[in-house]
């Protein structure tokens, strides 16, 4: 006989959805790797847009909402498993939500480990939020797995707000990407980075921008497929049905949300509701 949690899969809803959270849109660059590896799963998208950006704020403050909406979502959608896809609200909350919800929790952390792995120069620049890159948690990854190794780290906020313009069809300035670039470079040993992680999931929406800003001979990493891999593994075996088309759910209305249409398409979110 199963245990408890294997009997609830048994019985799951085949339509229960896959919830994947983020502050914005970068929680897309997640999506996109999830599709591929489950495309008939049902998902949510839900952006916490009335929050973003989540990178000035204090723990408590990121704790506190993150855990609000999820149990919110939780109670409301009942999803089978539930995917913080926030790098910042990860290394802040991922504890604390598994504590309050009974439900499968995947986080999202910097890939400092595969970064580590892919350097020959042995020189790692980190992008990430304010609030990303000065958790102990980015330490202790960088203590277990990049031993040895440079790790060198970069707030760059400018790419948030970089990359939700982007989505919704709006010009950029280039210079936010040198400066990105410019911030790790600038650094001692900046010069002989070959490995860049994108600590944010904003960022590898940009992939094309920063790629042009670094040069070709920097590579860059990211969890989006660790993530897609890990969901995978925890709902093998269920079964997946679509009983309406997968959506965007936002937490505050917001007259530029119908500029997000588009791009939120492409991704398969046909609609978008609000919490």
Aim: aromatic letters at 6%.
């Amino acid at each position: 006989m199963g245990t408890p949690r294997q009997m609830d899969w048994l019985e799951m809803d085949a339509s229960a959805p896959i919830l994947l959270f983020d502050s914005g849109v970068g929680g897309l660059s997640v999506l996109r790797a999830v599709r591929a590896a489950l495309p008939d799963a049902p998902v949510i998208y839900a952006s916490d847009n009335g929050g973003l950006p989540y990178g000035p704020k204090s723990e408590a403050e990121v704790a506190a909402r993150v855990c609000g909406l999820l149990g919110r979502m939780s109670e409301r959608f009942r999803p089978r498993l539930i995917s913080i896809a926030c790098n910042t609200a990860s290394t802040i909350a991922l504890g604390m939500v598994r504590d309050v919800l009974a439900v499968p929790i995947v986080g999202t952390v910097p890939a400092i480990k595969p970064a580590a792995e892919a350097t020959r120069t042995g020189t790692i620049g980190l992008l990430g939020t304010a609030a990303t890159i000065r958790q102990g948690y980015v330490d202790r990854l960088e203590a277990e797995f990049a031993g040895g190794k440079r790790l060198l780290r970069f707030a760059a906020p400018e790419l948030v707000g970089a990359a939700e313009a982007k989505l919704r069809g709006q010009p950029v300035d280039p210079a936010i990407f040198a400066r990105a670039a410019s911030g790790l470079r600038d650094q001692p040993g900046g010069t002989e980075i070959d490995t860049v992680v994108l600590a944010c999931t904003h960022f590898p929406l940009l992939a094309d921008e920063l790629s042009a800003a670094f040069g070709p001979d920097v590579r860059f990493v990211d969890g989006a497929a660790g993530i897609a891999r890990r969901i995978a593994a925890l709902t093998q075996g269920q079964t997946f049905a679509r009983s309406a088309p997968d959506f965007a759910l936002f937490t505050r209305a917001d007259d530029g949300l119908a500029l997000l249409q588009p791009a939120l398409a492409s991704y398969g979110l046909t609609r978008m509701e609000q919490l």
